[in-house]
């Protein structure tokens, strides 16, 4: 009997943890998809506090300890702190590497270390795990822009806008490179 049990054990919690975890996930991806409609929708001062919405949703992992260490990562950034936050969100991706704003937030970090190599690889994944990741989207048109390719670098803005469309610094930045991009009429 007690051979049964402890195979039982890990079974029965498996069942129990799973439905829970899988209808946070889903309430999420359901909120997220009804606030990005209400984003595409929004007038420029709504559309902000839209934003802090989906911000709100995207920086909640499910787990208290890898929030904490977003949260921590993301301190150190603001600190300036750099290789510090870049332990942190490291250290985040390595127990969560599911987690699109670990991915994220680490990008930022070696953006501000002018790492773009190792930024774009993390907004890449970022948005693999998250296609509709406007803020990954617009720091990977950024560093685009900063390299040189301004027609990448275009292209990606108008992604943004389409998920985003009253996003003020993607307008400008569309406005900024038409002249720049080949193949664009003006």
């Not at 998809?33 to 992992?61: F, N």
């Not at 027609?151 to 943004?160: F, G, K, M, N």
Request: hydrophobic share 45%; proline share 4%; no cysteine.
């Amino acid at each position: 009997m007690g051979v049964v049990m402890k195979l039982l054990k890990p079974i029965v919690t498996a069942l129990l943890v799973t439905p829970l975890g899988m209808t946070t996930a889903q309430g999420q991806s359901d909120r997220t998809a009804e606030l990005l409609q209400h984003l595409r929708e929004a007038d420029p001062t709504d559309a902000k506090k839209i934003e802090r919405e989906i911000d709100l949703v995207w920086r909640r992992s499910g787990s208290p300890s890898m929030d904490l260490l977003l949260s921590r990562g993301q301190d150190a950034l603001d600190a300036g702190e750099v290789e510090t936050a870049i332990g942190h969100f490291s250290a985040l991706i390595d127990h969560a590497p599911e987690f699109a704003e670990g991915w994220h937030r680490r990008a930022t970090a070696f953006y501000r270390q002018e790492e773009y190599g190792l930024a774009v690889a993390d907004l890449e994944h970022a948005l693999a795990l998250n296609p509709q990741h406007f803020n990954a989207m617009f720091g990977l048109a950024v560093i685009f822009e900063t390299l040189d390719r301004p027609d990448q670098a275009h292209a990606i803005y108008q992604q943004v806008l389409i998920l985003y469309p009253t996003h003020e610094r993607a307008q400008d930045a569309v406005d900024r490179l038409a002249g720049k991009v080949t193949g664009q009429t003006l």
